[in-house]
């Protein structure tokens, strides 16, 4: 059964870099693509991006000149930066499971979550 | 910039059918745009439902039924449970892009 867990700081100042990772266990981070996905308090659901397991990435038009994503597949884990973040950055932060990297279309897709974890941009 | 659109709130009756939809600022939803449905309650994550048009995961209820209708990405449940009070979400993709839907929060009543 995989499972996926957040971490990082929950505080983060303006203007400053969120960062987070999420890790991967019960299974491999290889064969899949792996998104963040963002809910600020209250409101819907924001799909940020999706990195590859070979480390190709597509960004949401909105963030992308903000956002950037990694993999380490040594360690099961894919990571989340944030740059330059303002109060309209705080949100619950998802990562999720996007699919085969090989075939997504072949299904399924963001089958997996994370618990989430709250970022709270705040001086 | 697309815009997906849900029904921000709808109400249904125990044992009664309802049917939740997804329209593309784009046009007409379409199989291209591989919907995806997602439940999701009060503090927790989303839960997936359907993905691709009417594909249901292994752990989705059989009342929970997806289709294209009218050009937009429908959801229709039947048999409504107290449970399935909660926050729909849709999920449509876009050459590369997914954009979810504003979320709909459906009542059972």
């Known amino acids: 059964q995989v499972q996926l867990q957040e971490s990082g700081p929950g505080l983060v100042k303006p203007s400053e870099t969120l960062s987070l990772t999420c890790t991967v266990s019960g299974g491999s981070i290889n064969k899949y693509i792996w998104s963040w996905i963002r809910q600020p308090p209250g409101k819907g659901l924001e799909w940020i991006g999706y990195i590859y397991d070979s480390g190709r990435t597509t960004y949401n038009p909105s963030l992308t000149s903000r956002v950037t994503m990694s993999v380490d597949t040594s360690k099961d884990q894919f990571s989340l930066k944030v740059n330059y973040v303002t109060a309209a950055d705080t949100a619950v932060y998802y990562c999720a499971r996007g699919g085969y990297s090989h075939a997504w279309t072949t299904g399924p897709v963001f089958d997996v979550w994370g618990h989430g974890t709250l970022v709270t941009v705040s001086s | 910039q697309i815009v997906v659109t849900q029904e921000p709130s709808l109400t249904v009756s125990p044992g009664g059918t309802v049917t939740l939809t997804c329209a593309s600022s784009a046009g007409a939803v379409t199989t291209g745009n591989y919907p995806n449905w997602f439940q999701q309650n009060p503090g927790q994550a989303p839960r997936a439902l359907i993905y691709?048009?009417?594909n249901r995961h292994s752990w989705t209820p059989a009342r929970f039924s997806a289709s294209l209708l009218g050009g937009k990405a429908a959801l229709t449940l039947s048999g409504v449970q107290p449970d399935d009070e909660s926050n729909y979400y849709c999920?449509?993709?876009?050459?590369?892009?997914?954009?979810f839907g504003g979320g709909t929060r459906l009542t059972v009543l």
């Open positions: 691709f048009t009417n």
């Open positions: 999920l449509l993709y876009y050459g590369g892009a997914w954009v």
